[in-house]
């Protein structure tokens, strides 16, 4: 079945420095989305892409799908406190819109 | 503007009980969800419904049953519990493959 791999699992950032989470993908994704879950909250939409090699800003934040569609980043710009949480990608393909889950990076951020 | 509303928010269940766990959203979403979340496991897809009156098996099916009400609601059955299924329960609803929009969640355990 379809896989999706997400790294780092952790990662911890002094606050201003800058974070990436990667997500790749065993086969051709459809489309791939994005969610951040605060500590003790509960998973929350940030964005979906679609296009080969699709570029999307919101704010600090630059999502990434790769040419091939099997792989996406997410970029965090300098760091905040309030950007502490886990980032899960989520891709869908094989004609199924019903999406795999990565294992999500939980980013760290000391202030 | 509730969106995904889940019930209870917490319960400790005794091996062997069962107990049903509810989920209501108002914003007329076709698709609905339930994942359980584990450590270090991401969420994983119990069942789902396309659309009122249909439901299907996900990755982690056994042990559960589900019952499509209506359009609105969407409840996760546990008919015998055992402490395997200690998690934290998330119902979700979407627009077929737009984003999810997630519930507060559920945190069971199961003793």
């Known amino acids: 079945g379809q896989q999706v791999m997400q790294i780092p699992q952790y990662q911890h950032v002094q606050e201003g420095e800058d974070f990436t989470t990667y997500c790749n993908s065993s086969t051709t994704l459809s489309n791939i989305q994005w969610y951040k879950q605060r500590p003790g909250g509960h998973p929350v939409f940030l964005i979906q892409l679609v296009k080969s090699g699709e570029v999307k800003k919101q704010k600090r934040l630059t999502f990434q799908f790769g040419e091939a569609k099997k792989n996406s980043s997410l970029h965090i710009t300098a760091t905040q406190t309030t950007d502490v949480g886990t980032y899960f990608c989520?891709?869908?393909?094989?004609?199924?819109?019903?999406?795999?889950f990565g294992r999500g990076t939980s980013l760290i951020v000391h202030p | 503007n509730a969106g995904v509303t889940q019930t209870p928010k917490f319960q400790v269940l005794k091996t062997g009980q069962s107990m049903t766990l509810q989920c209501a959203q108002d914003?007329?979403?076709?698709?609905m969800y339930w994942y359980r979340q584990d450590p270090g496991m991401g969420l994983r897809l119990i069942y789902y419904?396309?659309?009122?009156?249909?439901?299907d098996k996900g990755e982690v099916p056994n042990g559960y049953n589900v019952s499509r009400l209506n359009k609105r609601e969407f409840s996760l059955r546990l008919e015998s519990a055992a402490p395997s299924q200690t998690s934290v329960y998330f119902c979700?609803?979407?627009?077929?493959?737009?984003?999810?929009?997630f519930g507060s969640g559920t945190r069971l355990t199961v003793v």
């Open positions: 989520a891709g869908s393909s094989g004609g199924s819109y019903i999406p795999t």
């Open positions: 419904s396309a659309s009122e009156g249909t439901t």
């Open positions: 914003m007329n979403h076709n698709s």
């Open positions: 979700a609803s979407s627009e077929n493959e737009y984003g999810y929009t």
